[in-house]
T-cell receptor
């Protein structure tokens, strides 16, 4: 079974400052990794995903994440945040198994608040 | 409009009543999912469907019923609502079901059981 930990439930950051949202996972098998963003009163939207290959993954809106297998981490970063980045961010993990669509595990979320 | 839509967006119901949340997608995706979102828990899978007339339980199915007579619709029914079912419910769809492809989410239904 897989599990996901997002250690920071809330992250306040000033506009134009860098931010890192932390995600750690545990799994006995190889995994896919995802970051989703949820803007206020909206559904979830895929930010980026790691399936294989380069461990540095670039997503939409200037976000990137780095897969670190040894540390079982997939931290999300942005060098300079904007007010519009204020949202809830969810890390998710899925076993690499075409039949395990019922086994995607979402973390509890990190609320990013960008301060003007 | 193309996409995935949920209705209603907001619902208040009384304990013991039956309530149905609707989900409609226009992409003809094979897979559809229902999640509930609660503080501190992230999203938890309630039910999913691989195709019309094929459904299966997720992590937290108790108290819920689903059906899928048409590919584009995946309603979720709370047969006898309880306060513990107060939550935000998200429907999602995916072309293949395997999570190397993107899942698309609706805007959510905020359900309050009083």
């Amino acid at each position: 079974a897989q599990s996901v930990t997002q250690l920071d439930s809330q992250v306040p950051v000033f506009e134009e400052a860098p931010v890192e949202l932390r995600c750690n996972y545990s799994s006995s098998v190889s995994v896919y990794l995802f970051w989703y963003v949820q803007y206020p009163n909206q559904g979830l939207q895929l930010l980026l995903k790691y399936l294989s290959g380069s461990t540095l993954v670039k997503g939409i809106n200037g976000f990137e994440a780095e897969f670190n297998k040894s540390q079982t981490s997939f931290h999300l970063r942005k060098p300079s945040v904007h007010i519009s980045d204020t949202a809830e961010y969810f890390c998710a993990v899925s076993a690499i198994d075409p039949t395990s669509y019922d086994k995607v595990i979402f973390g509890p979320g990190t609320s990013l608040s960008v301060i003007p | 409009d193309a996409g995935i839509t949920q209705s209603p967006r907001y619902k208040i119901t009384e304990t013991g009543r039956q309530v149905t949340l609707m989900c409609h997608q226009t992409w003809s995706h094979s897979y559809m999912f229902w999640y509930r979102q609660d503080l501190g828990h992230g999203l938890r899978l309630i039910y999913y469907s691989a195709a019309a007339d094929i459904t299966d339980k997720g992590e937290v199915p108790d108290g819920y019923v689903v059906s899928r007579s048409k590919t584009e619709n995946f309603p979720l029914t709370l047969e006898s609502a309880t306060r513990s079912q107060t939550s935000v419910y998200f429907c999602a769809s995916s072309e293949t079901g395997a999570w190397n492809t993107e899942a698309f989410f609706g805007q959510g239904t905020r359900l309050t059981v009083v």
